[in-house]
């Protein structure tokens, strides 16, 4: 009995071994073993012949291999599942998993289409640090100690724990404007150059539908031997026709910057009523205000060594989110920092 026992032991692993991933397979050994007419059932059966004093001992030995081909089964079925499972077998008429993609904010995307425009026109784009100094956020910009965007009201200062030397007796605040990263560019660079410059900007106003106190802000400058008003406006032109449609017309506007002399301020004939100065967007002016603009102050110059009697540039600064609003008629600010994924969806 016991060798018989022995030898069924055997066979069966084996043959569960070998019908490792078919399931058939698997079906067929335990019909074999374990089925009504299987060899197991049958050892049971033959234990009326065995001579009673052997009766437990070969009862116990019976249940040792019933266990063992049932575990051994049960396992290879359980890994076949896992596998199935996996995708070892697959259902085509299942329906499919949909991912959502991600996608860019339409900031971003606001940002990714202004550049690409002036890259395009050979500019390249440049970036700077958002902790500035008074220097480069205005002193640099002949923007003079009594200016108004100077104030504490206008502009965020802060405390540093930068304590090298040449830096001690200089306050730090968030950048107001892009402006600076002109400095910057123009004290380690000679001309001829064109850059765009990104990035986020900081002033502490109250929040409403047309303000925060980040918002940002594209750069732009054009330093050469010839640089004209007239290349000014016609960077602009097709700045502005590429990004709101070819029927755009512009109106440069007088205006005052420190950093520029002259200065303008640039609006678009409005979007939604074609510049007939019909809708509340425009407030029925038919014009819409993009950007500040002008032809760099000779002083600008002379701030970062350049020689103004010889070099000359334009320079341009517009609101990223005011573009944005426009182009996809958004109508608060605010909805770009909520991060709601149902208005982010949309772009
Ligand atoms: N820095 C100005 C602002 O933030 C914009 C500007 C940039 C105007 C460059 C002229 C030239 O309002």
Known sequence: MKEKIDEITQEALKEIESAKGDRASLEAARVKYLGRKGMITELFKSMAQVDPAERPEAGRLINILKDNVTKALDDQLLSLAKVEEAGGRLDITLPGISRRLGK??????????????????GFRVVEGPEIETEYYNFEALNI????????????????????????????????????????????????PFSIVVPGKVYRPDATDASHSFMFHQVEGLA????????????????????????????????????????????????????????????????????????????RVFENVGYDSEKITGLAFGMGVERIAMLKYGIDDIRLFFENDIRFLRQF
């Open 104 to 121: 860019k904010h339409p900031i971003t995307k606001t940002i990714d289409e202004i550049l690409g425009i002036f890259i395009s026109l």
């Open 144 to 191: 003079p100690l009594e200016h108004p965007s100077r104030d504490a009201f206008d502009t965020f200062y802060i405390e540093t724990v930068d304590r090298r030397p040449e830096t001690v007796d200089q306050k730090y605040l968030l950048r107001s404007h892009t402006s600076p990263v002109q400095i910057r560019f123009m004290e380690k660079n000679k001309p």
């Open 223 to 298: 330093v050469g031997d010839n640089i004209r008003f007239s290349d000014l406006k016609g960077i602009l032109s097709i700045f502005a026709r590429r990004i709101f449609g070819s029927k755009t017309r512009l109106r440069f506007r007088p205006s005052f910057f420190p950093f520029t002399e002259p200065s303008a301020e640039v609006d678009i004939s409005c979007i939604i009523c074609k510049g007939q100065g019909k809708c509340s967007v425009c407030g029925g002016k038919g014009w819409l205000e993009i950007l500040g603009a002008g032809m760099v102050n000779p």
